[in-house]
């Protein structure tokens, strides 16, 4: 049962929330879906300010902090979202968790990292299956008579050994972005429900309102 309490509270599977709750939930999700690829919400939609509009891709979302209110994914250093962001750094977040019919929109403003601490740590931490990506001989988006990968044929079946991947390190970059808004929408046969929240430049939530779907 959903429905909307006299109290200003949100009741979602019989618990009420309210707009401080609800926006401590939304970075609970957030965070835990960092944490697995089997959560809804571990794969994020990015948009970006394109020469044609608006660019949108699919991202994994790396980490989340929700004190600082920190989103934070890895992309090719040689991409268009890349050369997109450092041009504009305002981008749009979407995560959606389906079993809860829960959506999340976000936006803020992207830092880029590649030969600093921070990309060091994160390039670090990967995986060889995930430096792969970063192995291909032609930056993404160059036109190809045949359809391909990109990547040498010797590491086309076969993961690269630590060393082999470090061919990548200087295509490897970290998008870290500063969330300046978050609007929550939960979806329900019996009313949908919405609210948004902004934050201040140190992360301190300064504004929460409840919004008609």
């Given at each position: 049962?959903?429905?909307m309490?006299?109290?200003?509270?949100?009741?979602?599977?019989?618990?009420?929330?309210?707009?401080?709750?609800?926006?401590?939930?939304?970075?609970?999700?957030?965070?835990?879906?960092?944490?697995?690829?089997?959560?809804?919400?571990?794969?994020?939609?990015?948009?970006?300010?394109?020469?044609?509009?608006?660019?949108?891709?699919?991202?994994?979302?790396?980490?989340a902090?929700p004190?600082l209110?920190?989103?934070?994914f890895?992309t090719?250093?040689?991409?268009?979202?890349?050369?997109?962001?450092?041009?504009?750094?305002?981008?749009?977040?979407?995560?959606?968790?389906?079993?809860?019919?829960?959506?999340?929109?976000m936006?803020?403003?992207?830092?880029?990292?590649?030969?600093?601490?921070?990309?060091?740590?994160?390039?670090?931490?990967?995986?060889?299956?995930?430096?792969?990506?970063?192995?291909?001989?032609?930056?993404?988006?160059?036109?190809?008579?045949?359809?391909?990968?990109?990547?040498?044929?010797?590491f086309?079946?076969?993961?690269p050994?630590?060393?082999?991947?470090?061919?990548?390190?200087?295509?490897?970059?970290?998008?870290?972005?500063?969330?300046?808004?978050l609007?929550?929408?939960n979806?329900?046969?019996?009313g949908?429900?919405?609210?948004r929240?902004r934050?201040?430049?140190?992360?301190?939530?300064?504004e929460?309102?409840?919004?008609?779907?």
């Amino acid at each position: 049962m959903f429905m909307m309490a006299m109290n200003n509270k949100v009741i979602i599977n019989d618990v009420p929330y309210s707009l401080e709750e609800i926006e401590r939930e939304c970075w609970r999700l957030i965070y835990h879906g960092a944490l697995s690829s089997k959560n809804p919400m571990h794969y994020m939609n990015v948009a970006t300010h394109s020469a044609d509009g608006i660019g949108l891709r699919t991202v994994v979302l790396r980490k989340a902090d929700p004190d600082l209110r920190i989103i934070r994914f890895h992309t090719d250093a040689r991409s268009a979202k890349f050369r997109e962001m450092q041009a504009n750094p305002g981008v749009s977040l979407l995560l959606y968790d389906n079993p809860e019919k829960t959506q999340l929109r976000m936006t803020g403003f992207a830092t880029l990292h590649t030969h600093d601490p921070i990309a060091e740590d994160c390039w670090q931490k990967t995986v060889l299956y995930s430096r792969r990506c970063y192995l291909s001989t032609s930056p993404p988006s160059t036109i190809t008579p045949v359809p391909s990968s990109g990547l040498p044929e010797h590491f086309q079946d076969s993961m690269p050994t630590e060393e082999e991947s470090l061919a990548g390190r200087d295509n490897f970059a970290v998008v870290q972005v500063k969330v300046h808004a978050l609007d929550w929408l939960n979806l329900n046969a019996h009313g949908h429900r919405r609210a948004r929240f902004r934050y201040g430049a140190d992360g301190t939530l300064v504004e929460k309102h409840w919004l008609i779907p």
